[in-house]
């Protein structure tokens, strides 16, 4: 079965919400403290809106008509994978992979970093399996832990020029002096 991943626009600011609230009341312990007081101070539609159009990206999964899943791409310095969250009816199913692909592919070839709450050992490892890695940094005030992953590999369409037979008893080819 395949899981419709499509980006939110401001006009989907309510199955945003929907699903942010639900990951945050669901999961709670799987959100730093940021996230929470992010809903805390005025719950209205203009915010949600206002948040969805801010720079960055968000993305929403469903699953037989249902939105299920959620990720965002955050702009700065280094780009940020957020708010990842995947509802349980609809976990090792693949989506959770979709979601970082769909953010690894909006990232182009910049690298990507996420914080993850140092006592989530599970989410730690389906990142890294994603080719994720630890940085090695101390947890931080909010209890996460911070995870890199490479941009993909520069790629070039060159590719230097066969080299050409040699006629048996012929000397090699000259070279120059860069070579």
Do not use: K
């Amino acid at each position: 079965m395949t899981t419709p991943i499509r980006p939110v626009e401001p006009d989907d600011w309510d199955r945003w919400r929907a699903i942010r609230l639900r990951a945050l009341e669901e999961d709670a312990p799987a959100f730093a403290c940021s996230a929470h007081r992010w809903i805390e101070g005025g719950d209205s539609e203009q915010r949600w809106r206002e948040r969805i159009a801010a720079p960055g990206r968000l993305f929403l999964a469903t699953q037989d008509g249902r939105d299920v899943a959620m990720i965002g791409l955050a702009p700065g310095d280094e780009l940020e994978l957020i708010s990842m969250w995947v509802a349980p009816e609809a976990r090792r199913s693949g989506i959770g992979v979709a979601l970082v692909e769909t953010v690894v592919r909006a990232a182009g070839a910049r690298p990507l970093r996420l914080r993850v709450m140092a006592q989530n050992a599970g989410a730690i490892a389906f990142y890294e399996r994603c080719g994720f890695v630890l940085t090695g940094e101390p947890v931080d005030e909010e209890g996460t832990l911070t995870m890199r992953r490479a941009g993909p590999p520069a790629t070039t369409t060159w590719s230097p020029p066969a080299e050409r037979p040699r006629r048996p008893g012929a000397s090699p080819p000259a070279r120059s002096a860069d070579q």
